[in-house]
């Protein structure tokens, strides 16, 4: 068998020397990752180019980090959970701690915001989790385009369908599961305990507290405070419509108050 020329050998022992003496961790991060290199101490997740971006951002991470994820400080560190493109970034510039100590997978666009996902530990859908704090120590399932806006789903532990979920504070400790195209407007299905099918509860307050002793049907209490702090079983279909002009009360809703009888609601300006 012929011996490989000399010059060869030189070349190889050249390149061999050459990687040796590159700075650590140069090979280890695919191109535009782990920015700056500290970005990634203590990561053992795979990452996609551009991943990583920000102070501590993938400090400790476990999770696998797709392409173009996990930007800011903080964005996904102690995460385990992996995350799809473009997912776990900040709206903002100076916004942190995106998926800190996330355990759910997070889908492509999932995850964006300040604080959006922290402490999360259910499966997030694509372009979930949209908003400040949105999805914060969630425990439910997330289906793609749910909660969007400042504080919706944080601390939620049902799940929720698709585009459900819209506004500030939409869903906040909802206990119940909520059904598609449900719960749009500011803290409706607040604190809601019961569940809600398809198309309900859309309307600012429109199922908070609602649904204790009953689930919420389909197209049902639609139209601000529609059933706020109504214990339920609604029928789908029912309950829809605006509050009463005189007395600010929803279409369906249960006053709570400690005198009896009720005061009437102060309308609504």
Same mark, same amino acid.
């Given at each position: ?10 070349? +190889? ?14 090979? %280890?991060?695919?191109? #535009? ?17 551009? %991943?990583?971006? /920000? ?16 930007? /800011? ?30 355990? @759910? ?7 964006? /915001?300040?604080? %959006? ?7 997030? @859908? ?11 120590? !969630? ?21 929720? #369908?698709? !585009? ?20 749009? @407007? ?23 507290? %609602? ?11 639609? #139209? ?16 829809? /419509?605006?509050? !009463?002009?005189?007395? #600010? +009360? ?20």
């Amino acid at each position: 068998m012929a011996r490989p020329p000399r010059a060869l050998i030189a070349l +190889l022992l050249t390149i061999g020397l050459v990687v040796l003496l590159l700075p650590a961790g140069a090979l %280890a991060f695919p191109v #535009g990752s782990c920015v700056p290199p500290e970005a990634c101490e203590g990561n053992t997740g795979s990452l996609q180019t551009n %991943a990583c971006v /920000g102070r501590d951002s993938c400090r400790d991470n476990s999770g696998n980090i797709n392409k173009d994820a996990c930007h /800011g400080p903080s964005a996904c560190e102690e995460n385990s959970g992996d995350v799809g493109i473009g997912g776990c970034v900040g709206l903002e510039v100076d916004d942190e701690r995106v998926c800190l100590l996330n355990q @759910g997978n997070v889908s492509k666009g999932g995850c964006v /915001g300040n604080l %959006a996902c922290f402490d999360n530990q259910g499966a997030v @859908g694509e372009g979930a989790c949209v908003g400040g704090m949105v999805c914060q120590s !969630n425990l439910g399932r997330i289906s793609k385009h749910a909660c969007q806006g400042t504080s919706s789903c944080f601390e939620n532990q049902g799940t929720v #369908g698709e !585009n459900s979920c819209v506004g500030p504070d939409a869903c906040i400790e909802n206990r119940g599961n909520v059904a598609k195209n449900s719960c749009h @407007g500011p803290s409706a299905c607040e604190d809601l305990q019961g569940n809600v099918s398809a198309g309900s509860c859309n309307g600012e307050n429109a199922c908070q507290s %609602a649904g204790s002793e009953g689930a919420i049907g389909t197209n049902a209490c639609n #139209g601000n405070r529609a059933c706020l702090n109504n214990p339920g079983p609604i029928a789908a279909g029912m309950c829809n /419509g605006d509050p !009463n002009p005189t007395t #600010g +009360l929803g279409v369906c809703e249960k006053p709570v108050c400690l005198a009896s009888p009720c005061p009437a609601a102060r309308p609504r300006d």
